[in-house]
């Protein structure tokens, strides 16, 4: 079993709608969650970090956690052509090792 | 505030040669991480510095290596390059070890050939 998986997509979506990315990961101790962004030749970029059970919003995105499933999301709502990018899932995990999982394509068509 | 800096943005080497990579960090940030990306593996932490020691090692050989001076700013070196290598080299700063998010600096593009 992989440290931190997802499924690597390509996840197409419409334009306006709500894409939903999903992430699982190993490590039940783990208490620090992060989602980024990835353009095609480009850096990540951290756009959410979520910490405890439940959701957590910032405009067009929200994070939601469930520690017990060892589960973690990111919903984009009024997805744009724009948020068309790989979406990384990165994870805490013992030995305090930031790991990421290998990232889902993300395609919103206009 | 700078972002994190990394260079050289691209590098090209021969199988054989070494290479050392620079990091500096957001000001104020101790902790610089290094990982490979490449399309079939995806992000791969390498190592993790701070305070001028290493605090954790990815399952890399010990060809990869690193350190950091005491501004916080870091190098990685890998010697005796394999074609495998080839891969771009990302930097992430935080301010603590472990626990916090980590900004990424723009990446060295290493082309082994």
């Known amino acids: 079993q992989k440290e931190v998986e997802q499924n690597s997509g390509p996840l197409s979506v419409p334009e306006g709608a709500i894409a939903s990315l999903n992430c699982t990961y190993s490590d039940r101790g783990s208490q620090s969650f992060f989602w980024y962004r990835q353009y095609s030749g480009k850096s990540p970029e951290l756009i959410m970090s979520i910490y405890s059970n439940g959701d957590k919003e910032d405009g067009r995105f929200t994070a939601q956690l469930n520690k017990a499933s060892q589960y973690v999301s990111l919903l984009i709502r009024d997805s744009q052509p724009s948020d068309s990018a790989t979406y990384l899932c990165a994870v805490i995990l013992y030995g305090n090792k930031l790991v990421f999982g290998a990232g889902t394509i993300l395609r919103v068509k206009s | 505030k700078a972002g994190v800096t990394q260079t050289p943005r691209y590098l090209i080497k021969t199988r054989g040669q070494q290479v050392t990579l620079s990091c500096s960090p957001i000001?104020?940030?101790?902790?610089v991480s290094w990982y490979q990306q490449t399309p079939g593996q995806g992000l791969q932490f390498l190592f993790e510095?701070?305070?001028?020691?290493?605090?954790n090692k990815g399952n890399f050989p010990g060809r990869f290596s690193g350190r950091q001076f005491s501004n916080s700013r870091s190098e990685m070196n890998v010697s005796t390059l394999e074609l495998g290598d080839s891969a771009l080299y990302l930097c992430?700063?935080?301010?603590?070890?472990?626990?916090?998010?980590?900004?990424f600096g723009q990446g060295t593009r290493l082309t082994v050939v």
């Open positions: 000001s104020g940030h101790r902790s």
């Open positions: 510095y701070f305070s001028e020691t290493q605090r």
């Open positions: 992430a700063s935080s301010p603590v070890i472990g626990g916090t998010e980590a900004f």
